[in-house]
């Protein structure tokens, strides 16, 4: 049974930075690209940055980059979020999502519907 955990959340000011992890079980992890998404409230879930299986490759959201960082370690089947220069935008649930269709060598797609398996979320805001 596949499981994937996300950790982390928390409330911080406005600048300040997190560091969100996504524990994964019940699957060969290297073989899985993964994704982070947020979903604010009554909004829809976005697509924030992605990562290959291998780590050597990676994509963020316009609105996250050079703020934000994933990284993964394959050893420990973790999926890491460094989110520095936090803003009140930023405020949502973080999802994390597997991908097996990619391979190790490529990221997944900003397409929720790209990605086989998700964890349950873990809550970040940020204060003004």
């Known amino acids: 049974q596949v499981q994937l955990v996300e950790s982390g959340g928390g409330l911080v000011q406005a600048g300040g930075s997190l560091r969100l992890s996504c524990a994964a079980s019940?699957?060969?992890?290297?073989?899985?690209?993964m994704g982070w998404f947020r979903q604010a409230p009554g909004k829809e879930r976005d697509f924030v940055a992605t990562?290959?299986?291998?780590?050597?490759?990676?994509y963020y959201a316009d609105s996250v980059k050079g703020r934000f960082t994933i990284s993964r370690d394959n050893a420990k089947k973790t999926v890491y979020l460094q989110m520095n220069g936090l803003k009140p935008e930023d405020t949502a649930v973080y999802y994390c999502?597997?991908?097996?269709?990619?391979?190790?060598?490529?990221?997944?797609?900003?397409?929720?519907?790209?990605?086989?398996?998700w964890g349950h979320g873990t809550q970040v805001t940020v204060s003004s």
């Open positions: 999502a597997a991908d097996l269709s990619r391979g190790s060598s490529y990221y997944s797609s900003t397409a929720l519907s790209t990605y086989d398996y």
């Open positions: 019940g699957l060969t992890f290297s073989s899985y690209a």
């Open positions: 990562i290959s299986g291998s780590g050597g490759n990676t």
